[in-house]
């Protein structure tokens, strides 16, 4: 007897019927003898329905009550979900973030898992229940509020709840049946990998492969957790991300990202003195925005300088408010932002003992005449932030260009 955790995202469980199909599947998966948990995301579109409410009412909405408003998502689909399990014979109860011990630290909308309390998931499990959890959600330590995980959040309660019930495997089921070489809606004859190390995924996941949450995989990895992603309309044998081994490091590049929620900013006209760059990113950090890449040009005068860098769109303009305030506070020059931006990246583990990759990424790029606006580096991976209107070009001429495809 085995424990299987399985996560079923928006798509999977996005109407009545594919309700059905996957309470099906989730009962089958207990008939062969195994214990099961499964989280469920909310039906497709709910959650930006939500948000798109939210909006109409308000142009900035309080963090708090967001939270709260979204977390009802995953409810809804949980509960319908464990509704229809007990229809056909099954005993399942439903949970919500709170009820299943998910503690998290306080920052609403982005927050992190500090502890799981599996004591009643457990209980439950031991009767012979099927535990249903609504995902992407938990409850302030501090406060007791709701909290939520950020999008994608579902991804990350499957698998650390797997890893909290050392559970055997962590079934993601989604809309594709695996990890491919790029998003296999943009390039077609994008190739299915059969494993990926943890190391490579969180970079793809990280530089904008939504199909994985990317503190999903950093639990995976810290926890050793196998996960399995494969798709709940054809229930094929899918992707293990799992631990880096000699046959992943042969191949140089395993797969082009691309993330279009990218802004950069840009102050012009700082003083290029110590202490400067400190400043103006503590200011970021204390409002709990991450900043990717930063690029400050080598001054002509020694006397100033200018630095853009970039952010997720959702905190665009909030970091354009702390950046117009910083301008003032420095004496620095004009504050500019730009939506209209995106991040192309080439990863893979053989990038560390294969030198060229960046070159040829570049030259890729200026055949397809896209200018790049910065570079950001790390061992197992290149990214070019490029104008937008251009990333499905410079994903498919970097797939070809690194060989990716299906012959
Ligand atoms: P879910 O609702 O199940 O959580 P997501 O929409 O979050 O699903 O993630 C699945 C999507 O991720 C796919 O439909 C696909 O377009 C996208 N995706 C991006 N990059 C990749 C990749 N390298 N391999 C597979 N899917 C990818
Ligand atoms: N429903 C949330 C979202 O759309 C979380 C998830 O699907 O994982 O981002
Ligand atoms: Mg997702």
């Known amino acids: 007897m085995a424990l299987i955790v399985q996560k079923y995202g928006g798509t999977s469980v996005g109407s009545l019927e594919r309700i059905k199909i996957v309470a099906q599947h989730i009962k089958e998966t207990q008939d062969k003898g195994n214990k099961v948990v499964a989280i469920v995301s909310a039906m497709a579109g709910e959650t930006d329905k939500l948000i798109k409410m939210a909006k109409e009412l308000s142009k900035r909405p309080s963090e708090r009550e967001m939270d709260l408003l979204l977390s009802s998502g995953e409810r809804i689909s949980s509960a319908l979900v464990a509704i229809r399990l007990n229809e056909i014979g099954a005993k399942a109860v439903a949970l919500t973030g709170r009820q299943c011990g998910i503690v998290t630290d306080e920052v609403h909308t982005k927050a992190r898992i500090k502890s799981i309390d599996t004591k009643r998931i457990f209980e439950h499990l031991d009767k012979g229940e099927i535990v249903i959890v609504a995902g992407f959600q938990g409850i302030s330590e501090t406060t007791g509020d709701v909290t939520t995980l950020g999008r994608g959040g579902s991804d990350t309660t499957a698998v650390a709840i797997a890893a909290a019930l050392k559970a055997d495997v962590c079934e993601i089921y989604t809309d594709v049946d695996g990890i491919y070489t790029a998003d296999p809606r943009i390039v077609k004859n994008a190739r299915k990998l059969d494993k990926i190390s943890y190391s490579e995924m969180m970079e793809l996941a990280s530089l904008g492969a939504k199909v994985l949450q990317i503190r999903s995989v950093e639990f995976g990895m810290k926890y050793n957790v196998p996960i399995m992603v494969l798709s709940s309309f054809t229930f094929n044998p899918g992707t293990l991300v799992t631990k880096e081994d000699e046959e992943m490091e042969k191949v140089v590049v395993s797969g082009i990202a691309h993330d279009k929620n990218q802004a950069r900013l840009k102050i012009n006209d700082v003083k290029d003195e110590p202490g ?27 006397e100033k300088t200018d630095i853009s860098f970039t952010v997720s769109r959702d905190d665009a303009d909030k970091a354009f408010e702390i950046l117009q305030q910083l301008s003032k506070e420095l004496g620095a020059g004009n504050v500019s932002i730009n939506k209209d931006v995106a991040k192309v990246s080439v990863v893979g583990v053989g990038m560390r003992s294969h030198p060229g990759v960046a070159a040829k990424m570049f030259e890729t790029l200026s055949k397809e005449n896209i200018n790049i606006r910065a570079i950001s580096t790390s061992e197992i991976k290149i990214s070019c932030l490029i104008d937008e209107k251009y990333t499905e070009l410079a994903v498919r001429a970097l797939h070809d260009a690194f060989e990716l495809g299906e012959e």
């Open 276 to 302: 400067v760059a400190a400043k103006i990113f503590n200011e970021i950090a204390k409002h709990n925005i991450n900043v990717d890449m930063i690029v400050q040009n080598v001054s002509d005068d020694g």
